[in-house]
């Protein structure tokens, strides 16, 4: 064995010894999986409104939440419906609650699914314009990893800051918005009404 020895900081040490404050992080989780999960049953009612999506299988897959510790160091929980995954195709709607940061929810499209979907979503910014009330707070993907949900501007950027032409020519398309956890009473409705917006944008548009 090393002799090196590892020592605690005051603050280390404290938290090593107090488990109250890991209880209560594995009860928040455990909460904000809850709400996932109230959140997954009206996202499954509310694609029943729009009949663009009726006869579509990759809404009949079933939603999928997951949690885990290290999405940059901190815990996380994420809601993935619909959730269509190749390697050539993707058509995900991501809902992220972010430990210490955010919850956000993400649009991904790739392959046939951005062919199809993106020339609405090139209508809806045209036709609303990048500096209106509805689609300013939209953040564009930028980064090269569709999977990676932090705002930092190398991987999101604001939608009004984009100068492309059209979304039909990147590689992939992610498009998000976020919400500060201080909002925690607000957050169930905000991922329901984005959710809705997100597929009115792609069917309506």
Same mark, same amino acid.
């Given at each position: &064995?090393?002799?090196?020895?590892? /020592?605690?900081?005051?603050?280390?040490?404290?938290?090593?010894?107090?488990?109250?404050?890991?209880?209560?992080?594995?009860?928040?989780?455990?909460?904000?999986?809850?709400? =996932?999960? *109230?959140?997954?049953? /009206?996202? *499954?009612?509310?694609?029943?409104?729009?009949?663009?999506?009726?006869?579509? /299988?990759?809404?009949?897959?079933?939603?999928?939440?997951? %949690?885990?510790? *290290?999405?940059?160091?901190?815990?996380?929980? &994420?809601?993935?419906?619909? %959730? =269509?995954?190749?390697?050539?195709?993707? =058509?995900?709607? %991501?809902?992220?609650?972010?430990?210490?940061?955010?919850?956000?929810?993400?649009?991904?499209?790739?392959?046939?699914?951005?062919?199809?979907?993106?020339?609405?979503?090139?209508?809806?910014?045209?036709?609303?314009?990048?500096?209106?009330?509805?689609?300013?707070?939209?953040?564009?993907?930028?980064? /090269?990893?569709?999977?990676?949900?932090? =705002?930092?501007?190398?991987?999101?950027?604001?939608?009004?800051?984009?100068?492309?032409?059209?979304?039909?020519?990147?590689?992939?398309?992610?498009?998000?918005?976020?919400?500060?956890? *201080?909002?925690?009473?607000?957050?169930?409705?905000?991922?329901?009404?984005?959710?809705? %917006?997100?597929?009115?944008?792609?069917?309506?548009?």
């Amino acid at each position: &064995m090393s002799e090196a020895k590892v /020592t605690l900081s005051p603050k280390e040490l404290e938290l090593v010894n107090n488990a109250d404050w890991i209880l209560t992080k594995n009860l928040i989780i455990q909460k904000v999986y809850d709400l =996932f999960g *109230q959140v997954a049953a /009206t996202y *499954q009612q509310d694609v029943a409104r729009f009949t663009e999506f009726n006869a579509s /299988t990759t809404f009949s897959i079933s939603p999928k939440i997951s %949690r885990g510790e *290290q999405y940059q160091q901190l815990p996380y929980v &994420m809601l993935d419906f619909p %959730r =269509f995954f190749t390697e050539q195709d993707v =058509f995900a709607i %991501r809902s992220f609650f972010w430990w210490g940061n955010h919850c956000s929810i993400h649009l991904v499209l790739k392959g046939a699914y951005l062919a199809k979907y993106g020339p609405s979503i090139d209508r809806y910014f045209s036709l609303l314009g990048k500096y209106a009330n509805e689609t300013k707070d939209w953040y564009i993907g930028v980064g /090269t990893d569709p999977w990676q949900h932090h =705002f930092d501007s190398s991987n999101y950027i604001p939608i009004a800051n984009w100068n492309g032409d059209t979304v039909t020519q990147l590689p992939f398309l992610k498009l998000a918005k976020k919400i500060p956890l *201080q909002e925690w009473d607000d957050i169930d409705q905000f991922f329901v009404v984005h959710f809705n %917006r997100i597929l009115s944008i792609l069917s309506e548009y």
